[in-house]
């Protein structure tokens, strides 16, 4: 017998996922969500091409509490996972209405009702083996809308008897709000209610214009306790290594080194290299990184009058998000509905599900009216969850041969997972605020068998002897931190492919070939080598412009990604092309994979060349595009991006998060190309590289 697809199986009634309409229409209700990655056409092929109809019957529903639970949205895994399932359940559909009109031909809008799929899938349903639009670039479903301006985000939503509702957030981490003055309630706006729990204060009322300058009437005028509770950032190290830690282990195999000085950390592996081996010790950092969404994040919710909830919101978990809010509120998770609508994506943990809590809290009120809540953007870049700085350290040794004999890699981070009921806690911002405050435990990180945090990616993808690859996550989050786009593999993988080029360096060898001689994998060689061809690799650059490699097979069990950075680094820092080749296996939408790959190529240089979060001790500074900078359209590089493989027999593997690291990489290694020295702390601003070839003089 054989095993259904385990998101099937955790939700085996099909009729969680699809629905027959008498007029031949088939509603779709997968569990994951359209952020703008062109998910929703993605799995509309496979379960047109399963179900044997045109795309045009299948209409794509959004992800609910009342459809199947697929979890979060995250990962680059909802076409490994959603999509198997589906197609599995779409095989189910199809098979009983066979069954009911004795044949393959037939029409599911005359079975329509005759048909019952309230009932489990079978795992041994045969699979169609032809395919009509799995592998094509079909047009995006959600597009339309887009394009001409419809309405269809969040922030659209106008319900009967809507009202609006405002937060005032804290001036700061820990502050403690002491008083809203009478004067104040006097002066609001008819219309407009105050509403306090503790420290958590906002306003609701049917004028939105009216309730914005109500709640920034109420921020000029609380009073609140404060004091310091953030680290230093200009020693963003030495707070990461502070501890305390937990040690996550992922190999360790440099036991089979040369006796010597017994040692277990990074310089016990270089300690008993062979004689004449040569060493390399080098560190890498990133800072916090803000998602840095383009619409701040926004939620809906009514409270009604039995106590039942109702909320919208851009989360990424619907399903984790409805157990966070009935879990926070002391609410069976039956009384929670969630339903997604869409929002400017963020690929990460934004403060999406935050902002559908604080409607919630608005709505609870004003019970039976429907409350939208906006966040500003001076509270979304600096209150929404950040990616986790991170550091890594990289002890290796070379060979007299010239190859890699020993690799030892410690890496320092704050978790990378803070999502509604992490933890076993909702996770939800304003719930620390309210008069019977939560208290939450410090971001953890996903488990192996989920692709790691912090550890994402530390180990290398070559076949490399000795290693030890060790990570530290600190157990306390003064900066609250999540899910950021590839987790911890864009400072992994950006450390760990720039000490590649410089072990190259070192053995004066070219760092394509390098690479390859320690790369059995044959499909992580053919990555690299469309890449370099492609990009025109070993030709004589023009001068101040450098060329620059990154790899990576993301989590080591999903995309093969290559990038050939060309960088010029004159007056500037610029990079002026990238050239990707990726291998995700079975490829459903061509244009859909391009699309990724090229977003978070073009979000990854934005990350290595310009972000980074300011703070100082009490409060986050970076909270306006001016202090928050990003990669401007003039900035935005040439993207070229090869398919490689697509193999039927391979399975179909994410690419959102396959580019971050080794874009990041090959844009450090190109620019050490141009420079002629390395900058090893991201940003790679022009006042970095300045510093260091001052300090290399």
Same mark, same amino acid.
């Given at each position: 017998?054989?095993?259904?697809?385990?998101?099937?199986?955790?939700? $085996?009634?099909?009729?969680?996922?699809?629905?027959?309409?008498?007029?031949?229409?088939?509603? /779709?209700?997968?569990?994951?969500?359209?952020?703008?990655?062109?998910?929703?056409?993605?799995?509309?092929?496979?379960?047109?091409?399963?179900?044997?109809? !045109?795309?045009?019957?299948?209409?794509?529903?959004?992800?609910?509490?009342?459809?199947?639970?697929?979890?979060?949205?995250?990962?680059?895994?909802?076409?490994?996972?959603?999509?198997?399932?589906?197609?599995?359940?779409?095989?189910?559909?199809?098979?009983?209405?066979?069954?009911?009109?004795?044949?393959? !031909?037939?029409?599911?809008?005359?079975?329509?009702?005759?048909?019952?799929?309230?009932?489990?899938?079978?795992?041994?349903?045969?699979?169609?083996?032809?395919?009509?639009?799995?592998?094509?670039?079909?047009?995006?479903?959600?597009?339309?809308?887009?394009?001409?301006?419809?309405?269809?985000?969040?922030?659209?939503?106008?319900?009967?008897?809507?009202?609006?509702?405002?937060?005032?957030?804290?001036?700061?981490?820990?502050?403690?709000?002491?008083?809203?003055?009478?004067?104040?309630?006097?002066?609001?706006?008819?219309?407009?209610?105050?509403?306090?729990?503790?420290? #958590?204060?906002?306003?609701?009322?049917?004028?939105?214009?009216?309730?914005?300058?109500?709640?920034?009437?109420?921020?000029?005028?609380? &009073?609140?306790?404060?004091?310091?509770?953030?680290?230093?950032?200009?020693?963003?190290?030495? #707070?990461?290594?502070?501890?305390?830690?937990?040690?996550?282990?992922?190999?360790?195999?440099?036991?089979?080194?040369?006796?010597?000085?017994?040692?277990?950390?990074?310089?016990?592996?270089?300690?008993?290299?062979?004689?004449?081996?040569?060493?390399?010790?080098?560190?890498?950092?990133? $800072?916090?990184?803000?998602?840095?969404?383009?619409?701040?994040?926004?939620? /809906?919710?009514?409270?009604? $009058?039995?106590?039942?909830?109702?909320?919208?919101?851009? *989360?990424?978990?619907?399903?984790?998000?409805?157990?966070?809010?009935?879990?926070?509120?002391?609410?069976?998770?039956?009384?929670?509905?969630?339903?997604?609508?869409?929002?400017?994506?963020?690929?990460?943990?934004?403060?999406?599900?935050?902002?559908?809590?604080?409607?919630?809290?608005?709505?609870?009120?004003?019970?039976?009216?429907?409350?939208?809540?906006?966040?500003? &953007?001076?509270?979304?870049?600096?209150?929404?969850? #950040?990616?986790?700085?991170?550091?890594?350290?990289?002890?290796?040794?070379?060979?007299?041969?010239?190859?890699?004999?020993?690799?030892?890699?410690?890496?320092?981070?704050?978790?990378?997972?803070?999502?509604?009921?992490?933890?076993?806690?909702?996770?939800?911002? *304003?719930?620390? #605020?309210?008069?019977?405050?939560?208290?939450?435990?410090?971001?953890?990180?996903?488990?192996?068998?989920?692709?790691?945090?912090?550890?994402?990616?530390?180990?290398?993808?070559?076949?490399?002897? +000795?290693?030890?690859?060790?990570?530290? &996550?600190?157990?306390?989050?003064?900066?609250?931190?999540?899910?950021?786009?590839?987790?911890?593999?864009?400072?992994?993988?950006?450390?760990?492919?720039?000490?590649?080029?410089?072990?190259?360096?070192?053995?004066?060898?070219?760092?394509?070939?390098?690479?390859?001689?320690?790369?059995?994998? $044959?499909?992580?060689?053919?990555?690299?080598?469309?890449?370099?061809?492609?990009?025109?690799?070993?030709?004589?650059?023009?001068?101040?412009?450098?060329?620059?490699?990154?790899?990576?097979?993301?989590?080591?069990?999903?995309?093969?990604?290559?990038?050939?950075?060309?960088?010029?680094?004159?007056?500037?820092?610029?990079?002026?092309?990238?050239?990707?080749?990726?291998?995700?296996?079975?490829?459903?939408?061509?244009?859909?994979?391009?699309?990724?790959?090229?977003?978070?190529?073009?979000?990854?240089?934005?990350?290595?060349?310009?972000?980074?979060?300011?703070?100082?001790?009490?409060?986050?500074?970076?909270?306006?595009?001016?202090?928050?900078?990003?990669? +401007?359209?003039?900035?935005?590089?040439?993207?070229?991006?090869?398919? /490689?493989?697509?193999?039927?027999?391979?399975?179909?593997?994410?690419?959102?998060?396959?580019?971050?690291?080794?874009?990041?990489?090959?844009?450090?290694?190109?620019?050490?190309?141009?420079?002629?020295?390395?900058?090893?702390?991201?940003?790679?601003?022009?006042?970095?590289?300045?510093?260091?070839?001052?300090?290399?003089?």
């Amino acid at each position: 017998m054989t095993d259904l697809p385990k998101n099937l199986a955790a939700n $085996p009634i099909l009729a969680r996922w699809i629905a027959v309409r008498a007029d031949g229409t088939i509603d /779709v209700r997968a569990g994951k969500v359209e952020l703008g990655q062109g998910i929703l056409t993605a799995l509309a092929q496979i379960a047109s091409d399963e179900l044997g109809v !045109d795309l045009a019957v299948i209409r794509m529903l959004p992800a609910a509490t009342t459809g199947p639970d697929e979890g979060v949205t995250a990962g680059s895994l909802s076409i490994m996972d959603s999509g198997a399932a589906l197609r599995v359940a779409a095989a189910n559909v199809r098979a009983r209405f066979a069954e009911a009109a004795g044949g393959d !031909d037939f029409s599911y809008a005359e079975l329509a009702t005759l048909v019952d799929l309230e009932v489990r899938a079978d795992p041994d349903v045969p699979l169609r083996s032809d395919f009509t639009l799995v592998g094509r670039s079909v047009d995006r479903l959600d597009l339309p809308d887009k394009v001409f301006g419809r309405p269809r985000y969040i922030q659209d939503m106008r319900l009967p008897g809507q009202l609006f509702g405002r937060v005032v957030r804290p001036p700061s981490r820990g502050a403690r709000l002491i008083e809203v003055s009478g004067e104040v309630r006097a002066e609001l706006a008819g219309g407009v209610t105050l509403v306090r729990d503790g420290s #958590f204060v906002g306003v609701v009322g049917v004028d939105e214009a009216a309730v914005g300058r109500a709640a920034e009437l109420v921020r000029r005028n609380a &009073r609140w306790a404060e004091h310091d509770s953030l680290p230093d950032e200009d020693e963003l190290d030495k #707070f990461l290594r502070s501890g305390p830690h937990e040690t996550i282990t992922v190999v360790d195999d440099s036991a089979a080194a040369p006796t010597g000085r017994t040692a277990g950390a990074a310089d016990g592996i270089a300690s008993r290299a062979p004689a004449g081996d040569r060493v390399l010790r080098a560190t890498y950092s990133r $800072p916090f990184l803000a998602h840095a969404s383009m619409a701040p994040s926004c939620g /809906v919710a009514v409270w009604h $009058p039995d106590g039942r909830v109702d909320v919208w919101s851009h *989360s990424q978990g619907v399903h984790p998000l409805g157990r966070a809010i009935a879990g926070a509120l002391g609410l069976e998770s039956s009384a929670v509905r969630v339903e997604h609508v869409e929002s400017a994506g963020c690929y990460g943990h934004n403060a999406a599900d935050d902002a559908a809590y604080d409607a919630v809290l608005l709505a609870r009120a004003v019970p039976g009216r429907p409350v939208q809540v906006l966040w500003s &953007r001076q509270d979304e870049l600096s209150w929404a969850p #950040f990616g986790s700085a991170m550091t890594a350290d990289v002890v290796a040794t070379l060979s007299a041969e010239g190859a890699i004999s020993s690799w030892s890699y410690d890496v320092f981070s704050q978790g990378h997972m803070a999502r509604p009921g992490y933890a076993g806690v909702p996770g939800l911002l *304003s719930a620390t #605020f309210l008069e019977d405050a939560a208290e939450y435990p410090a971001a953890v990180d996903p488990p192996a068998a989920n692709g790691y945090g912090s550890m994402r990616n530390a180990l290398p993808g070559y076949d490399l002897p +000795r290693r030890r690859v060790v990570g530290h &996550r600190l157990l306390r989050s003064p900066i609250r931190s999540s899910s950021m786009r590839a987790l911890g593999a864009f400072l992994n993988v950006f450390a760990i492919e720039s000490a590649m080029d410089e072990l190259a360096e070192v053995a004066g060898r070219d760092p394509l070939e390098f690479r390859l001689s320690h790369l059995g994998d $044959p499909r992580g060689r053919r990555v690299l080598a469309a890449a370099a061809e492609e990009a025109g690799w070993g030709r004589p650059p023009a001068e101040g412009i450098g060329l620059g490699l990154g790899y990576a097979k993301y989590k080591g069990t999903g995309a093969y990604c290559a990038v050939v950075a060309e960088v010029e680094a004159e007056t500037d820092v610029r990079v002026r092309r990238l050239t990707v080749a990726v291998d995700v296996g079975r490829v459903v939408n061509p244009d859909g994979v391009r699309n990724q790959i090229e977003g978070g190529a073009v979000q990854s240089a934005s990350w290595t060349l310009t972000e980074r979060v300011r703070f100082d001790r009490r409060r986050v500074t970076s909270d306006t595009w001016e202090t928050y900078p990003i990669l +401007r359209f003039s900035q935005v590089p040439r993207v070229d991006v090869t398919l /490689v493989g697509g193999d039927a027999a391979e399975k179909s593997v994410g690419a959102g998060e396959a580019a971050q690291g080794p874009t990041a990489a090959a844009i450090g290694n190109a620019l050490a190309a141009a420079v002629g020295v390395r900058v090893r702390d991201l940003p790679l601003t022009r006042e970095a590289v300045v510093a260091a070839i001052e300090n290399a003089s």
